[in-house]
C-alpha cells in the first residue's frame, strides 16, 4: 500500500514537473490548476503515507512491549 502510494507521489511530482516546464513556455490557466491539483495530491499522498508508516511503527512498538517480538536470536 505504501508503496502504491510512493508511486503515485512521483506520478504527480513528474506530472507537476511538466506543467512546470510547458507553463515556462506559454503561461496557462489550466496548467496552474494542474498544478495546484498535483501539489494538494503529493500533500494528502504524503500525509496518508506518514500515517500508516506511524501506526505501523506504533503497532510494532505495542508488540514489543507486550513481549510478542523478540530481538534475540535463535542458535
Known amino acids: 500500500m ?5 508511486g503515485e ?12 516546464d ?3 513556455l506559454q503561461h496557462s490557466v489550466e496548467i496552474d490548476s494542474i498544478i495546484r ?10 500525509e496518508t503515507v506518514d500515517g500508516a508508516m506511524e501506526s ?3 503497532s510494532f512498538k505495542k508488540n514489543k512491549i507486550n513481549g510478542d517480538l523478540s530481538d534475540e536470536t535463535i542458535n
Open 9 to 20: 507521489i512521483d506520478a504527480y511530482k513528474e506530472i507537476k514537473d511538466l506543467c512546470e
Open 22 to 24: 510547458m507553463n515556462k
Open 37 to 46: 491539483f498535483c501539489d494538494r495530491m503529493i500533500e494528502q499522498l504524503q
Open 2 to 6: 505504501i508503496d502504491k502510494m510512493n
Open 56 to 58: 505501523m511503527y506504533e
